[in-house]
């Protein structure tokens, strides 16, 4: 029996190139984070900047900041449409890189929000649970604490948006709200005389950051932490305060991006490639069944799929079709999706569970797109 094939090794040398930041700016309120923001998008180092604003609204008027120069993204204030906003400045992104245009520019206003939205989903779904139903109708009043599940439900879809954030071959701005509170030991009681920062938005924020900046009304710039060769912020727990400190200063000089040289671009993690497929199932379904059958023989054109990826794609061509051809069954399109959704690829591989296809018979569901 032979041995199976050892795949080929795959190397390049090191570009020396520095990325392009994700940068965390984040104060108190009035301290000056949208303005600074918008004043960034003007710069002649970058290319077109686009605006998220989510439950803020500032964006229009801050057009009128000296050297704005921004598009302001259009949204319907749900998850999925947001999400789905994020994927087209990825994209947008990644076409300008490749083009060997000047960095893409997207801000976010605020990521506060966007983790006090998914924060507010999770207790809604919390309440309307068999549990919370049943201790709401002895009690209105009664607290409800989500179950671990749910929360890891909201950390998904946070980190869907992250990752999204950390593999934009552009630059970010996350504007995030910030304060000074009451320093409280490990048991939670207040500590006499003793202040902390705390930043509001889902704990893992500083880790998706390049670069962390703070403003505050009655203080200088500072830079809490970086990820720079370029500089260094002191380590023993004191700010780097930047007198005068912008973003494009922080870019394109103490973090030495330059606008002419792209970083190399960065592979996107996925767990199989049945997943960068299901998109492309939500785009064919635009041009009604006509398009997901052209999607369902062009999948097995695809030599990188394995046959169980092939399935899961299919299934999920299946599904769609089944929804267009029955469009009561269609969700609410200003609702959120299946609360019980957390991984649609793993749903799909379930449901193909047992289908079979073989060189000479294409199997589906329910025979929509079978042929001999």
């Given amino acids: 029996m032979s041995s199976p094939a050892v795949p080929q090794l795959r190397t390049r040398q090191p570009s020396g190139v520095v990325p392009w930041p994700k940068i965390l700016l984040e104060g108190e309120e009035k301290a000056g984070k949208s303005f600074t923001a918008a004043e960034f998008t003007g710069s002649e180092h970058t290319g077109q900047a686009y605006w998220l ?14 050297g704005a120069d921004y598009l302001l993204i259009v949204h319907n204030g749900t998850y999925r449409d947001i999400l789905g906003q994020v994927e087209a400045v990825h994209a947008e992104a990644k076409r300008a ?23 507010n989903w999770t207790n809604g779904r919390a309440r309307r649970s068999n549990s919370g139903q049943a201790k709401l109708n002895r009690d209105p009043d009664a607290e409800i604490k989500p179950s671990m599940n749910l929360w890891n439900d909201a950390v998904e879809r946070w980190n869907r948006v992250m990752y999204l954030v950390r593999t934009m071959p552009g630059v970010v701005v996350m504007l995030a709200r910030g304060k000074e509170i009451s320093a409280v030991d490990g048991n939670g009681d207040p500590i006499p005389n003793t202040k902390d ?28 932490a970086a990820r720079s060769l370029k500089f260094r912020v002191p380590r023993e727990g004191k700010p780097m305060t930047v007198p005068d400190l912008t973003v494009e200063r922080l870019v394109f000089g103490l973090m030495g991006c330059a606008s002419h040289v792209a970083p190399h ?46 399935i899961v794609v299919r299934a999920a061509i299946e599904k769609k079709a089944a929804l267009l051809k029955k469009p009561e069954a269609l969700p609410d399109p200003t609702g959120e999706p299946d609360e019980n959704d957390s991984s649609e690829a793993a ?16 199997t589906s569901i329910d025979g929509e797109f079978a042929s001999a």
């Fill in 265 to 310: 671009a960065t592979p996107e993690l996925t767990g199989d490639l049945a997943e960068a497929w299901l998109p492309q199932v939500e785009e064919s379904a635009k041009a009604g069944l006509d398009g997901l059958k052209k999607l369902w023989f062009a999948v097995e054109s695809d030599q990188e799929l394995a046959r169980d990826e092939v």
């Fill in 97 to 119: 890189a490749a083009a060997g245009e000047p960095p893409v520019v997207l801000v976010i206003d605020s990521v506060s929000l966007l983790w006090r939205m998914l924060v």
């Fill in 197 to 224: 920062w705390r930043v509001e938005g889902q704990k893992s924020l500083a880790f998706d950051a390049t670069a962390w900046v703070r403003l505050r009304r009655d203080k200088d710039p500072q830079i809490i």
């Fill in 53 to 66: 604003e989510l439950g803020e609204d500032t964006a229009d008027e801050y057009a009128a900041v000296p």
């Fill in 347 to 362: 749903r799909l591989r379930a449901a193909a569970k047992g289908l079979e296809f073989d060189d000479g018979t294409e």
